[in-house]
Nanobody
């Protein structure tokens, strides 16, 4: 079982930046992929970005070029740097890990982009 604790989030103005972080603990030695989903109330959860243990990354088209995912394997942490934020980026962001086919989730952190 992997436990995930997220930090970051909050209110930011359009065009601004924000950084989310997620720390994994527990059975974290076998983690392969780490990343972020986001969800708007009433809509399905959407994959935002993912990074493998080897450093390969993948982004949703809507955030490509604006968001950057990074990972510290030694500390089992993953970060999401979000730049040029837009109102449509407003959502609850969930950290996740994939380990031997099992997915673990963080509790979610609210990001609100508004003036």
């Amino acid at each position: 079982q992997v436990q995930l604790v997220e930090s970051g989030g909050g209110l930011v103005q359009p065009g601004g930046s924000q950084r989310l972080s997620c720390a994994a603990s527990g059975s974290s030695d076998s983690i392969n992929a780490m990343g972020w989903f986001r969800q708007v109330s009433g809509k399905e959860r959407e994959l935002v970005a993912v990074i493998t243990s080897g450093g390969s990354t993948n982004y949703a088209d809507s955030v490509n070029g604006r968001f950057t995912i990074s990972r510290d394997n030694a500390k089992n942490t993953v970060h999401l740097q979000m730049n040029s934020l837009r109102s449509e980026d407003t959502a609850v962001y969930f950290c996740f890990t994939d380990s031997w086919g099992l997915r673990s989730w963080g509790q979610g952190t609210q990001v609100t982009v508004s003036s």
